[in-house]
């Protein structure tokens, strides 16, 4: 594990990454999901993409990576721009899974890999409605005493920064973003998957022009099951250039 500190806005950031196969010439960029860190990711793909560098980051608030921020998902790809910067490293790929394609969208890569991306608005269901009416109802207990109460369990224990940033980044609609990709995209999704549904999988692939839409066996974290298949997938599309 490495750490390297970056400025932006005048706040210093220390980033927490790892390198894999640092002599390989061409790049694989991969970013965790929300509340997640690069374990997860590089448990997945470090052995597979033998000819290829891969970079595993804890973003921003993450991980071993520091944030006393409040940021948005924006704010989160410029910094992973200046770390690739001070790396003088220009990715080939950009991976990311679920909060981290969304980062990944924006770095404008040749090739993105999108693993249930986050991005699109989906419809609240009918508990999440009554509990944020009941949240409106109940502000005047204070913030702190209803964020003990309603708030999810990825967000509880948080710092003040990095809740801020949950709440900036949580329902973002990312349509546009993903319809101006120039990226060559294989987008790969969980059938099971309920944090980010199909239908959304199948929206972003129909956004992005130049893509490929992959429907898997599993969950949100259905790529632990099917790494093998998905770098192999990404490896025939890189020889094919």
Partial sequence: MAVKEI??????F?????????????????????????EIMKQAFSKELLDYKHIYLDMPGFGA??????LTTKDYAQIVMLFLETLNIEPLVAMGHSFG??????????YLVLLSSAGIVTEKSWSIKVKIATFKLLRPLGFKRIRELFVAPDVQGMSHEMYETFKNVVDEDFEEEFAKSKSKALCFWGIDDTATPLYTGKRISKLIE????????????????????ITHELEKVLKKG
């Fill in 14 to 38: 220390k980033l927490s990454y790892e390198m894999v196969n640092p002599r390989a010439k061409d790049t694989i960029l991969v970013l965790h999901g929300w509340g997640s860190n690069k």
């Fill in 65 to 70: 990576s520091t944030n006393e921020m409040i």
């Fill in 101 to 110: 394609g969304k980062v990944a969208t924006l770095l404008n890569t040749e």
């Fill in 7 to 12: 400025i932006y806005k005048e706040q210093p």
């Fill in 210 to 229: 130049d893509s490929k839409f992959y429907p898997l066996e599993g969950d949100h974290f259905f790529f632990l099951k099917h790494a093998i298949f």
